[in-house]
């Protein structure tokens, strides 16, 4: 379970953003509470382990770097999030950023400790995570998933 945690993106249509706009790394203002709109909404789907959500959230292509190092999918991501019978605690994010790469593509990186259960057992794991959305025909789905873990 715990290599295959992470936290990343949504599909939700978003008034477009002029091509002019330059790149910022900052949480406020009206273009990233747009981001993090998505960024919550593909959080809660998560945590909720709701795969139908999940589905329609993360690119077919989704490049998945996992807390092991390992390199997987769509299918191992949303798989480790929806595993029966865990559960998972709320989060709080730390030093949570976004940084618009363009005007159909945002990061959202922060740190966190992933608390729940998982085969009948307590479990946190800490890491650091940044997950890339990138819009598409209107909607916006997570198309890279970073996580590092660290010492909690």
């Keep these: 379970m715990l290599a295959r945690i992470t936290i990343a993106s949504i599909a939700l249509t978003l008034s477009p953003i002029s091509a002019a706009t330059p790149p910022e790394t900052i949480i406020t203002g009206p273009r990233n509470t747009d981001a993090l709109a998505i960024a919550d909404a593909f959080d809660r789907a998560q945590l909720t382990q709701d795969r139908a959500r999940l589905e329609a959230m993360v690119d077919d292509d989704l490049i998945f770097i996992q807390g092991s190092g390992v390199r997987a999918g769509k299918r191992a991501f949303i798989d480790g ?72």
Excluded: E
Aim: charged share 20%.
């Design 81 to 152: 999030w929806t595993t029966p019978g865990d559960q998972f605690d709320p989060v709080k994010l730390i030093d949570r950023t976004v940084l618009w790469l363009g005007p159909d593509t945002f990061m959202v990186t922060a740190s966190t400790t992933l608390r729940g259960m998982s085969g009948g057992k307590r479990f946190a794991s800490s890491f650091y995570f940044t997950d890339t959305f990138r819009r598409t025909a209107g909607t916006w789905r997570a198309i890279h998933i970073q996580v590092t873990r660290i010492a909690g």
